[in-house]
């Protein structure tokens, strides 16, 4: 897909197909985060691939999902879940604004690759991250990407700066993300 469209056609997937992704495409989308930006190229992020289906539904349950619009996007066991996590895990002892960063950005490339690949992603910070590390065995947890095939279309829609930015489900159960308009956050000097 082109770079724009894709910009543009990425957006975050909470209902998910019953199906797996494939190894291989899952750690593509690890090998894109391997190579995003990071601050002094330091690298101290790692990832765990969480893919079996009885270890996905238990790290499932400490996740939080669209606060704004609960429960209808909230994935169900087995009926709605995602097929993977990719954890997001540093060595490092505190999650320093640096190292957030960098593992925003790595985030960040693992949804567009996934997007490119027909696939769905949602960053998760509203973790239990004790539980999930206490769970995986795993180092710190910086955030969670949930992986799958999408089973909903959200939209976006263009607004002005004042207006809500609160997503909602619009009449056609299709969740709708407010983006304020270019001229609105775009200033030139
Ligand atoms: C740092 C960060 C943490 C997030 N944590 C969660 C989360 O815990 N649960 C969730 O459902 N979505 C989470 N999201 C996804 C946002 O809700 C989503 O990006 C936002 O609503 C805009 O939608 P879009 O990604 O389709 O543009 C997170 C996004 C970011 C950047």
Redesign the pocket.
């Known amino acids: 897909m082109e770079f724009s469209a894709l910009l543009k056609r990425?957006?975050?997937i909470?209902l998910f197909e019953q199906k797996a992704v494939a190894d291989e495409t899952l750690a593509a989308l690890v090998d894109a985060a391997r190579v995003a930006s990071c601050a002094s190229n330091k690298q101290r992020l790692r990832y765990t691939v969480v893919r079996t289906p009885e270890l996905v539904l238990e790290v499932l349950k400490h996740?939080?999902?669209?606060?704004l619009v609960q429960p209808r996007?909230t994935p169900q066991p087995e009926e709605s879940s995602p097929a993977a996590f990719i954890v997001i895990t540093t060595t490092e002892d505190e999650l320093s604004e640096l190292l957030c960063a960098d593992a925003?950005a790595a985030?960040q490339s693992i949804?567009f690759a996934a997007c490119d690949a027909g696939l769905g992603c949602?960053?998760?910070?509203?973790?239990d991250r004790d539980a999930i590390e206490k769970l995986l065995g795993c180092d710190k947890i910086v955030?969670l990407a949930a992986v799958g095939y999408p089973a909903e279309t959200?939209r976006?829609v263009d607004v002005s700066a004042g207006e809500s930015v609160a997503?909602y489900i619009d009449e056609n159960d299709t969740l709708t993300?407010p983006?304020i308009r270019l001229e609105d956050v775009m200033k030139w000097r």
């Open positions: 990425r957006r975050t909470r996740t939080r999902w669209a606060g996007r925003g985030v949804e949602c960053w998760l910070g509203a973790i955030y959200p976006s997503y993300v983006k």
